[in-house]
């Protein structure tokens, strides 16, 4: 994916050849999940504003306090042809309620959110409400197309880019709305960083920072206007967002209003990774250092350091109420207050499925740990570890993230905060629903949902293999 030029500090640039996934044999490098690099000296801009793209689906229904947790209903299979343009849907018994065609023939990846699909080739992204007969929506992307990308901070929303990344089209799932950057007109000069992009927690306020104008942008669902901040996108809330200018070993971190208006700054040690909370924002510095900057002052507050080593990056929880931080020697998880819930040493996130960005799953972070092959469940309310388990990194995981399906050396085990079993399936498990109740499995030629429950009914044949498999309730 093309991304904007390397961003924060020199010194601590690192070249990640495995692209921040965990090669196949010997020890994850955790440091290098996330590269990060210089970005230049940010110039002030004013904070403007320009009209945004369209929406489609419920006039822009929604608002930016909405609910971000996840939602475990499904009651439909969601079959997406590797081969040709057909997706099939099905209900939770494994008969056929409908076909569509999207018109992506082959398509190199699809997605869903709420009941949004999305599915992309070289040139073009379409999105789809499968809750409604609507035609399906093309972009065509001048530059072709950049893998999917579903921002930290929220699971409701997916963006598709382009690959020069002058341009994005967001899509809220629950609602089906649809903001495309370019409709009105493109931003001069963007290059829009999609490592770095931030979301509130319902989905409908995105941060990004635009690279090419060194700048951050928020896109909105909810406002009629986009509008720019001096800095790098670090964090945002309801109704603020939180930039920064690191210079050296210092940042200067700023909270704006939405419509730009400055609510404070502050000079800190360079950070990498902030939360905002009620009364103001929770920052980690490079050293691990939390701090606590209230909306009402001029100095941020010292709180705690963690031991986890340097700190490369860091993500807001789907639900708004964590920030899970990564260092070269571990995770950590920090909550508002702000105080340290727990830290992992030698862990970090999964980057499976969803969690490819950042961990998006609300109860519970799925982390590998030294020795390589260790798969660890710990609960974000508490910080404590509630399973552990040797295998490969999880295939598939239930969207709390408390129940997760890896092959270990015998086979299939099943993860959950209960216990660790085997489970039986003969195939490659491709998939497992929202509510961990239920997994697909390939065997080559055919599909199979089987009941994770033992003794729970009958195996379902969804059809012959070849097919993305996703969940959503209609």
């Known amino acids: 994916m093309a991304s904007g030029p390397p961003l924060f500090d020199e010194a601590d640039a690192i070249d990640d050849p495995t692209g921040g996934r965990p090669a196949a044999s010997g020890g994850p490098n955790y440091l290098v999940r996330r590269a990060i690099a210089v970005f230049g000296a940010v110039a002030v801009i004013a904070a403007g504003a320009i009209v945004v793209g369209q929406f489609i689906g419920d006039d822009g229904g929604g608002s930016s306090s909405s609910s971000g947790a996840v939602d475990t209903a499904w009651d439909t299979f969601v079959l997406i042809d590797e081969r040709t343009d057909d997706v099939v849907l099905l209900d939770d018994d494994g008969s056929e309620l409908e076909r569509r065609n999207t018109g992506v023939r082959a398509p190199l990846e699809a997605d869903v959110a709420g009941a949004s699909l999305i599915v992309r080739d070289d040139e073009r992204a379409v999105v789809t409400n499968l809750t409604n007969d609507d035609e399906p929506v093309e972009f065509e992307f001048a530059s072709g197309t950049a893998p999917l990308v579903r921002p930290p901070g929220s699971a409701n929303t997916l963006i598709a880019a382009s690959t020069a990344a002058e341009r994005l089209v967001l899509v809220h799932g629950p609602s089906g709305d649809i903001l495309d950057t370019d409709e009105v007109g493109a931003v001069a000069g963007a290059r829009f960083d999609t490592t770095q992009i931030r979301s509130d927690p319902s989905g409908r306020n995105v941060l990004v920072t635009d690279a090419g104008n060194f700048q951050s942008v928020l896109w909105s669902f909810d406002r009629d206007e986009a509008s720019f901040f001096p800095g790098l996108a670090l964090a945002i809330g309801a109704d603020v967002v939180v930039t920064t200018q690191n210079v050296g070993d210092d940042a200067t971190i700023s909270v704006f209003r939405y419509d730009g208006s400055p609510v404070t700054a502050a000079r800190t040690p360079a950070v990498r990774a902030a ?19 209230s909306f009402d002052a001029d100095e941020a507050e010292s ?19 964590r920030l899970i931080v990564q260092g070269g020697d571990g995770v950590g ?16 996130p999964t980057t499976f499925g969803v969690d490819a960005d950042a961990p998006h799953r609300a109860s519970c972070l799925i982390v590998d740990r030294d020795p390589p092959g260790e798969i660890v469940l710990v609960e974000l309310a508490t910080g404590d570890i509630v399973a552990e388990a040797l295998g490969t990194i999880p295939a598939v995981a239930s969207a709390d993230g408390c129940t997760a399906i890896i092959t270990g050396n015998d086979g299939a085990q099943l993860v959950s905060a209960d216990s660790v079993t085997d489970f039986a399936a003969d195939g490659d498990v491709l998939a497992l629903s929202p509510d961990g109740a239920v997994a697909v499995v390939a065997d080559g030629t055919r599909l199979t949902a089987l009941a994770v429950a033992a003794g729970d009914d009958d195996d379902i044949d969804l059809g012959r293999a070849g097919r993305i498999v996703r969940f959503i309730e209609r």
């Open 275 to 293: 939360m905002v909370t009620d009364d103001g924002v929770v920052l980690t510095s490079v050293d691990g250092e939390i701090l606590a900057l």
């Open 303 to 321: 709180a705690d350091t963690m031991a986890i080593g340097t700190i490369t990056t860091g993500n807001v929880s789907v639900l708004g109420d």
């Open 333 to 348: 998880i920090v909550d508002p207050s702000p105080s340290i819930v727990g830290q992992v040493a030698g862990a970090g």
